[in-house]
């Protein structure tokens, strides 16, 4: 079965930023507990849990981020200097990763 | 093929290493397939795509920098409508494109991209078996053929002189033992073939291109059997046959397979040749030092400032930073330039192939040859 293009986005965006946050003291055990999330497509929603702590549970929704803004059509986001969408996605994903570190008591 | 400048420019290359003459530019992360092997879709999906005015900003500030090759890919770079024009934009200063395509291009689309000075095509095939390639492409019935269609559309277009095609094939377990077959194949259409070994990571080390799926990596026990197809591809090229890849390349796809430590790296110091010799271009223009690492800072290239930017020493210790801790890859392209620029024998042999040796090719082919060559190639394998 195809992939599903927005959830595998999704996972890919938050795994790039839960690697690169500064948030996070033991950066050993965050990768090994990295390692053991599992993702899931529910809905609307990602959810996130973990083969480490059961009760762990997540779940956003996954058109909460931005992806896919095209470049070849009249588009007033392409007017400004800056990639306002990288930007977005970048806040949004450091959040996600923030509400997780937080309940998995990383911080 | 080249125009005076790219060629120029490829010279100087060869002897400084030190002017960017190859280019990835993602132009956009949207595709209509699924690869498995394939992570960029969902790594560039976070930024907006490029405008063609920042585009045309870049191609002047590539002709400042001496930049001979751009590659144009994605996602499926066809599925940007204003494809012709970023083609366009590379060509006519002077910059050969070389253009990407899942084959899922179609016929008018690929006749725009030609008539906008597109000569040089690069189409994915991993396999003669349409079940297996249509598996691969992500569970997509008819890729397949589709691919084939598209081979046949750009011997059409594309000139029969002046021109380059050739087969990007990913080097994996599942379609090992068919990469052989994708070569002759390959070879009868005059298209060369180019193998590139599949690139798995894990959720605690994410990189651009490489897939989190574990299940893709080659195993212990297939080792001995990957060597043994690769040392017959290399005999297949040494006997005519269309492999682009060179000596010290094969080589070091069958240590990468066994995650052993590369060696094309080694005449400078174990680090690429990134941004000296190539880099690659986010989808939103922003200069990335290759698919697999982004920087901090965002450098967008369609800046004006950009130049000075590339020249700057603090930006480029900036970019070692992040170049110099890669395990290393074997996407193709990258290598190839390093191992071109900086080894005799394979300098030689990639002139070899682009200025002397062009085959004769016996275009145009129609789709119909193209799938019974490719069941006479099949078959043949089968009672091998």
Known sequence: ?107 | MFSNRSKVSLAKATIFQNNPVYVQFYITARCNLTCEQCNIIYANSDVRECSLDEINRIADNFVMMRVAIVLLTGGEPFARKDLPEIIYAFESRGIHVRMQTNGFANEEQIAKAVEAGGRDISISLDSLNPEKQDNINGDFSKSWHKALSTMALFTKYMPKENSFASLGCVFQPKNMQDVEQVVEFGTAASWHTSLVPIHVTDYANPRGFRTFDQSLKFQPEQYEEADHIIEKVRKMRNEGYLLYDSDEYLNNIKLFIKEQSLTWRRRNENICDSPNLYFAILPNGEFSPCCDYRLKNSYPIYDKNFINVYKNKVWRKEVKNVVKNCEGCMYGSYPEITISMRFMKAKLQRIKTFLTAQPKKNWPLSYDFLVEKAQSIRNKYKTI
Do not use: H
């Not at chain 1, 927005?6 to 950066?27: G, M, R, V």
């Open chain 1, 1 to 107: 079965m195809p992939k599903k293009i927005k959830f595998e986005s999704f996972k890919n965006q938050f795994l790039i930023n839960a690697n690169e946050t500064n948030i996070i003291a033991d950066k050993n055990k965050w990768k090994k507990f990295l390692l053991n999330l599992n993702f899931l497509y529910e809905g609307k929603n990602f959810v996130i849990s973990s083969k480490d702590n059961k009760d762990l549970i997540l779940k956003f929704n996954i058109n909460d981020a931005k992806f896919y803004i095209r470049g070849d059509q009249d588009n007033k986001i392409l007017n400004s200097s800056e990639d306002d969408i990288k930007i977005y996605n970048k806040d949004f994903f450091n959040s996600i990763v923030k509400i997780l570190a937080t309940e998995a008591r990383f911080v």
